[in-house]
């Protein structure tokens, strides 16, 4: 246990998580195979179904391949955090994007069913939005989840993100991001004020 107090909400945040055993890093190029495995282990597939994330019953194919994961890495804009257990697999992950007019972008907030049940996706919201507020400046932090995801926005809605109003379309026909099973999907908006 540390003996001196973090100097930022940040610090504080990725202490957290390394007193209970997990390593915060911003992810690296050398990250990215472990990156897609987790994002599918979190959102598609069999594997997913363990845990309460799943998008398994409204997509199907892969949420992100490895050259899409390198363009999000290589946006001079943004920031990729990951988890990794004491044993080194990668349990949780976020994508974070500057603001625009004060209000931060979070997406692809992936914990894989291992990590599930831990705490490991509170913390690493709780760690988004100080790294936001303090690296960026941020005010608010928006997000976009598929309208069938009812326990996910509730999960939102309990830390505090509120519904704007806006819907955005699903990219039906784009099959990068997954082949959709149902015909009704569209993104729901969510931000949350951080200060």
Sequence with gaps: MSTHAPATMV?????????????????????????????????????????????????????????????????????????????????????LREPVDGTAYLGVLAVSPEGQGQGVGSALMNLAEAWVAERWNARSLRMSVINKRAELIAYYERRGYERTGEIEPFPYGDDRFGVPLVDDLEFVILVKELR
Excluded: C
Excluded at 13 to 29: A, W
Excluded at 62 to 91: F, K, P, Y
């Design 11 to 95: 610090d504080a945040h990725t202490l957290i998580l390394n007193e209970t055993g997990f390593d915060v890093s911003e992810l690296g190029v050398d990250d990215i195979d472990d990156y897609v495995a987790l994002v599918a282990s979190a959102y598609r597939g069999e594997p997913s179904k363990q845990g309460w994330t799943t998008e398994a019953d409204l997509l199907s194919g892969q949420r992100l391949n490895a050259d899409m994961a390198r363009e999000m890495l290589a946006e001079t804009d943004s920031s990729m955090l990951l988890v990794r257990s004491a044993e080194g697999l990668a349990v949780g992950s976020v994508y």
